[in-house]
């Protein structure tokens, strides 16, 4: 199991506990993420899964173990910055199963391990493949046999076997669960379930998972009573009907001091009682049919993956660790502290 962390942008502080939760390494789609995973004191094998940014090659060379990589020009660049310093970069093999994203196609797969072996500088690992982000294509029984199929074929094909054959996401784990052990997979790179508990395909808990690991709190700006007073002018009907909640007969509508700036507003679960009417850059604003949300008191949401990674990302998002583990030395990050405080 590899943890990711770009929904977290890398906190060091959630790194550690997926760390000392038991996952093998880490994986970043962004270097500016494993930088502050290493400058935040994490020493842990590191792989990149986004195809590396041909440009940042050195620097991934430098901070990460290994990459996924689909394109033979960005492996050569990576060998010779890994030939640079002296160290051996780890090549994983992203392959097309069905997503359509990054992925080099199967029947092509053998020719480019055969490069990537006879090039110093890199050391082939393995292949890798991944489902559901682009095509929403769930990986099933066939395609992962596939997959493991494929695996044995570029291995007899170059002479040596995989470290590491990673079978993909999140979404993978319901397939794991029944299929895993009897497939050449032994390796999935995890953020959403471990981060949220949720199968991403179904969005429904994950056995045993807890799915409230991170709340966004946001602070009311104005409560009050409305009618439009031009509403037949009104382009956009309001959802829901504004008859459908009402306090006294009056819809009462509150404000909150959040917007698309900090989160992915439709990606919140708004809490018992309370219905989602819209939201704009800086406002989230909501229908409440039994209490009346007093300006200045906070309400709690959940967040679906979007949402829990643009918030991670906000700046004016507080980030507030409960029960961190107590860290070890911290190099301060060149982020600042503002992901480091702690409750
Ligand atoms: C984001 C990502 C993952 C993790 O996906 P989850 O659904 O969060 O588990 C794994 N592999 C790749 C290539 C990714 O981009």
């Not at 292949?127 to 769930?138: E, P, S, Y």
């Not at 679960?269 to 049919?289: E, R």
Request: hydrophobic residues 45%; charged residues 20%.
């Amino acid at each position: 199991m590899t943890g990711v962390t770009k929904a977290v942008c890398g906190h060091p502080a959630i790194a550690r506990a997926m760390l000392d939760g038991g996952v093998v390494g880490l994986a970043e789609s962004r270097l500016t993420n494993v930088e502050r995973l290493r400058s935040g004191g994490i020493m842990s094998p590191i792989v990149m899964i986004r195809t590396p940014v041909p440009s940042q090659s050195g620097r991934i060379a430098r901070n990460c173990d290994a990459s996924y990589n689909t394109e033979i020009d960005v492996i050569r660049r990576l060998a010779s910055a890994a030939r640079r310093t002296g160290n051996t970069h780890g090549i994983i093999l992203m392959v097309e199963m069905g997503d359509m994203r990054d992925g080099i196609m199967p029947e092509d797969v053998a020719a480019v391990a055969q490069q990537v072996s006879d090039l110093p500088g890199v050391l082939l690992k393995g292949i890798g493949a991944n489902f559901a982000c682009l095509n929403g294509m769930v990986p099933n029984a066939m395609v992962m046999a596939r997959f493991s199929a494929l695996a044995s074929q570029v291995e007899s094909a170059i002479g040596s076997r995989f470290e590491a054959v990673s079978g993909g996401n999140s979404a993978n784990i319901p397939w794991a669960l029944v299929h895993g052990a009897r497939s050449r997979v032994n390796d999935l790179r995890l953020g959403e379930a471990i981060l949220l508990g949720v199968d991403p395909v179904s969005g429904t808990r994950i056995d045993g998972l807890h799915t409230d690991a991170f709340t966004l709190v946001a602070e009311i700006i104005e409560t009050k009573a409305k009618t439009a007073p031009v509403h037949r002018f009104s382009t956009r009907p309001s959802w829901p009907p504004l008859k459908l909640v009402a306090v006294n007969d009056q819809p009462m509508r509150s404000i909150l001091a959040v917007g698309e700036q900090d989160t992915d507003v439709a990606g919140l679960s708004m809490p018992d009682g309370i219905l989602f009417v819209g939201g704009t850059s800086d406002h989230l604003v909501v229908q409440n049919s039994r209490l009346r949300l007093a300006v200045g008191s906070e309400v709690s949401f959940q967040m679906n993956y979007a949402a829990l990674m643009r918030a991670m990302n906000a700046p004016d998002v507080c980030k507030v660790l409960h029960n961190a583990i107590p860290f070890p030395a911290v190099t301060p990050s060149p982020h600042g502290g503002r992901f480091l405080e702690t409750a």
